[in-house]
T-cell receptor, first 116, second 115 residues
């Protein structure tokens, strides 16, 4: 149980295009979804937290207009990287969780984004 | 804000040897602690979690961790390393951030298992 599907797993696109990444909880309803960015050989950096039906809470230094997050239902959240540039190239990971600070998050397999 | 410190970004052990990955946390309240494992180009998989029920927590794949409040530690151990244990391991702490859960990760420890 507690499977999170993230799609696509790999994206290569030209600079200036927008890229949408989907995160779905397949067998449970996720009240909260998280988006992380991971640089090579580094830990996960939380970008934003989203709760179904409300606006995402962005971490300091993360551009809201650059990284658009939509959490339209309890099983789907999307991250759109708008007008992507090479510096946006990274490994993006989503996770989903249920209410409660003792509950672990369940992670997708990540999306490797490469901007040419 | 809580924080997590993982000592040793790289750890090498021989196959069959004891695995010890260190994690220390800072917290002003009882923490919720987790260990995750990440294989290359994949997301994170939960190994085990501490939620105050028991100080010694057993997880998947033979791993366990002991919560020591006096040392503010939550080290991960496994008696005998397997080649398949080679991966990156992250310690994490969960906290209340304005009513929402916020998880802070350590920098990770890359475990190498030598045949």
């Amino acid at each position: 149980g507690a499977v999170v599907s993230q799609h696509p797993s790999w994206v290569i696109c030209k600079s200036g295009t927008s890229v949408k990444i989907e995160c779905r909880s397949l067998d449970f309803q996720a009240t909260t979804m998280f988006w992380y960015r991971q640089f090579p050989k580094q830990s996960l950096m939380l970008m934003a937290t989203s709760n179904e039906g409300s606006k995402a809470t962005y971490e300091q230094g993360v551009e809201k207009d650059k990284f658009l997050i939509n959490h339209a239902s309890l099983t789907l959240s999307t991250l759109t990287v708008t007008s992507a540039h090479p510096e946006d190239s990274s490994f993006y990971i989503c996770s989903a969780g249920v209410t409660g600070f003792a509950q672990p998050q369940h992670f997708g397999d990540g999306t490797r984004l490469s901007i040419l | 804000a809580q924080s997590v410190t993982q000592l040793g970004s790289h750890v090498s052990v021989s196959e069959g040897a004891l695995v010890l990955l260190r994690c220390n946390y800072s917290s002003s309240v009882p923490p919720y602690l987790f260990w995750y494992v990440q294989y290359p180009n994949q997301g994170l998989q939960l190994l085990l979690k501490y939620t105050s029920a028991a100080t010694l927590v057993k997880g998947i794949n033979g791993f366990e961790a002991e919560f020591k409040k006096s040392e503010t530690s939550f080290h991960l151990t496994k008696p005998s390393a397997h080649m398949s244990d080679a991966a990156e391991y992250f310690c994490a702490v969960s906290e209340d951030s304005g009513g929402y859960q916020k998880v802070t990760f350590g920098i990770g420890t890359k475990l190498q298992v030598i045949p």
